[in-house]
């Protein structure tokens, strides 16, 4: 049996222990995740350990409209002349800290929980983009950590993009993205699909 299940939100799942050690990513999950699935506006995925209910991560999806002048000019060249592109967006992603740190202890190494949300985000995108809607790039606004943040050990999630082939936009360094069609290309490459 695998650890660890990825599936939608759901009022049963406990989020009152969740924390990232980001106030926003922390308080989203325990108050806005319930209004953003009722309403439709995003979905929500939360990482639990397979039998349970606490959540340990979570990411979310929405849709997006980019506007094609804003995409860097080697994407625009690859990409048709629509006044709009489709993107996914991946609005949040977040590791309940104290957990992580638990794990690493038990076991002597990194869990990677991130890793694993952010590839099951890059699988669903890429599952939409081929049987559902449209979807060209999977956009990611990583938000900057406050100082007091910073200072309690968070770490500027922009480096941990980059190593997955994220890319800034121009002219909005915290604005990432990554071509649906490079997903398609890395997943074949490891076997995935």
């Known amino acids: ?8 939100w759901r009022s049963q799942h406990d989020s009152q222990a969740f924390s990232s050690g980001m106030l926003s990513i ?18 929500v995925f939360v990482l639990i350990e397979s039998g ?19 995409l860097p000019e080697k994407v625009q060249k690859r990409l048709p002349r629509y006044p709009q592109i489709a993107a996914t967006l991946l609005g949040r992603l977040g590791i309940d800290r104290n957990y992580a740190k638990k794990l690493q202890v038990q076991t ?9 949300l952010l590839v099951d985000a890059q699988t669903k995108t890429l599952q939409g983009a081929l049987s559902t809607s449209g979807t060209a790039l999977l956009v990611i606004d990583a938000e900057l950590p ?6 309690l050990g968070v770490r500027d999630p922009l480096g941990f993009y980059s190593q997955y082939g994220f890319l800034p936009f121009p002219g909005n360094a915290r ?19």
Do not use: W
Not at 1 to 8: A, D, G, L
Not at 55 to 66: A, Q, W
């Open 175 to 193: 604005r990432l993205y990554k071509l649906t069609r490079v997903i398609e290309k890395e997943f074949k490459l490891a076997g995935m699909i």
């Open 52 to 70: 349970q209910n606490i959540i340990r991560g979570y990411y979310t999806l929405s849709s997006l409209g980019i506007v094609f002048s804003d």
């Open 108 to 116: 002597g190494a990194k869990p990677r929980l991130g890793e694993l």
């Open 1 to 8: 049996m695998q650890p660890y299940t990825i599936e939608q």
């Open 146 to 151: 406050s100082v007091a943040e910073k200072l």
């Open 26 to 43: 922390d308080r989203y999950i325990k108050e806005q995740a319930h209004r953003d699935m009722t309403s439709h506006a995003s979905l």
